[in-house]
């Protein structure tokens, strides 16, 4: 379970939230929706450890993650609005490397698989990145989520220049994962497609 | 946490950084033509007279070494920065000091490594004899690692900040004095015939504290950088 208590955040001058409370459950997803700049990166990037919160606290099963560290990230998977990716390698490269890096080292074969879980083509596998489009470069970065073992996932912006055949793959597959347990903190504009039980909404007035 | 996994991430590292350098060589080569070019301006320079080059030659190989050391510490750093690799690593489940020392070691194989072999011929424009050369390796063998190591921490405190490269020199360059005078003088002492093992033990002692000490200054940095 993640849990925030009292969180506060504010960048520069701006204030974005005062005492924040929020609950995500096993087997939920949180919607964090709201306008530009109204402080849903931040929170991500809190929930992520990435930024730490001016006030309050982000709690995983009760502990504080400031004091789990290392084990907290052991929890987690990150895709930020930054896809994470070099151009100069091939989308197996950076799949199988930033696996590897993340400490959940996959099969030349499994990361293919993946990748053509997320609708990217053999051929494809083995062209630089810098030759593929905007759209392609995300489904890169998201193939993660089908080999990823973590219980938690805070997506970004997740659907951003994907197709619809992609983002109901991407959907199913974050369907998938809360069915086994697992949760997730989304940040996004769009409506995330999924039983309305097992989605909570958080608006983030700015 | 165990030992395999944090192996498993730092040699990742390694392996992908280096990789990059395989498909971008012209990056890690402009930093070596740029020793050769700025070690081959002297003789121009000043002359061709044997005595002076002999003089001045183990403070222009350093100095150069250096600078050229310098030049490519942006590198280390920026590109992960840009492209949301760094957000990554600092969220791996290992200690961050680890994978920084994974990624200076990339660094210095890419950049600092052919300093060290190139280091002999250039300098035989200076006159060196074969011993001085035999200590003027030594020295940049134990050196340049120091020099990364250094370099690492204000690269990653200059991360997202405009006009990086000349911040980076200001910080850092005072940092760089006592491995220069370690390394110069390793190698003046041993044409003056004392033997260069008391600087080369210096050189070694500086490469030791700054492996030590540099990996948990510049991954506190870099999670400054990231906030």
Redesign the interface.
């Known amino acids: 379970m993640l849990q925030a208590v009292a969180l506060h955040c504010s960048r520069g001058e701006r204030r974005l939230f005062t005492d924040l409370n929020v609950k995500v459950e096993r087997g939920s997803l949180l919607a964090v929706v709201g306008e530009n700049g109204s402080g849903k990166t931040s929170l991500l990037r809190i929930f992520s450890s990435l930024l730490p919160p001016e006030q309050g606290s982000v709690l995983w099963e009760g502990q504080d993650i400031h004091q789990l560290k290392e084990l907290y990230s052991g929890q987690l998977t990150y895709i930020g609005h930054l896809n994470g990716i070099k151009d100069d390698l091939t989308p197996l490269e950076n799949l199988m490397s930033a696996l590897s890096l993340a400490g959940e080292p996959c099969s030349n074969n499994g990361a293919k698989e993946a990748l053509e879980g997320i609708g990217l083509k053999r051929p494809i596998h083995h062209l630089p990145s810098k030759m593929l489009s905007q759209g392609q470069k995300r489904r890169v970065a998201l193939a993660r989520l089908w080999l990823s073992t973590r219980p938690l996932w805070l997506l970004d912006e997740p659907f951003t220049s994907l197709d619809t055949v992609a983002t109901d793959v991407v959907t199913q597959r974050l369907l998938m994962h809360l069915q086994r347990g697992g949760l997730a903190v989304v940040v996004t504009h769009q409506e995330v497609a999924l039983p309305t039980e097992i989605v909570q909404r958080l608006r983030l007035m700015g | ?1 165990s030992g395999s ?1 944090i192996w ?2 730092v040699s ?2 390694i ?2 950084d280096l ?2 350098a395989m ?2 060589r012209s990056d890690a080569a402009m930093s070596v033509f740029f020793l050769v070019i700025v070690v081959s301006l002297f003789p121009l320079g000043v002359g061709p007279e044997p005595a002076v080059l002999r003089t001045i030659g183990p403070g222009v190989l350093w100095v150069a070494a250096l600078l050229a050391c310098l030049l490519s510490l942006s590198r280390v750093f920026t ?1 992960d920065y ?4 760094l ?9 961050l000091a680890l994978l920084v020392v994974g990624k200076v070691l990339a660094h210095w194989t890419i950049s600092g490594f052919p300093i060290v072999l190139l280091s002999p011929l250039l300098g035989l424009q200076f006159g060196l004899s074969g011993e001085s050369l035999g200590v003027l390796v030594m020295s940049l063998l134990l050196g340049t690692p120091t020099l990364s190591m250094i370099g690492a921490i204000g690269a990653a405190l200059v991360l997202g900040v405009r006009g990086s490269g000349l911040l980076v020199a200001l910080l850092v360059l005072p940092l760089y004095v006592p491995v220069l005078i370690f390394g110069a003088g390793a190698v003046t002492s041993s044409m003056a015939g004392i033997g260069g093992e008391a600087n080369l033990s210096l050189l070694g002692a500086c490469l030791v504290l700054s492996l030590f000490l540099a990996p948990w200054a510049t991954a506190a940095a870099l999670r400054i950088a ?2």
């Open positions: 946490m996994s498993e991430a990742g590292i392996r992908r990789l990059l498909r971008r590109a840009l492209d949301g690799v957000e990554q690593m600092v969220l791996v489940p290992q200690p990231l906030e």
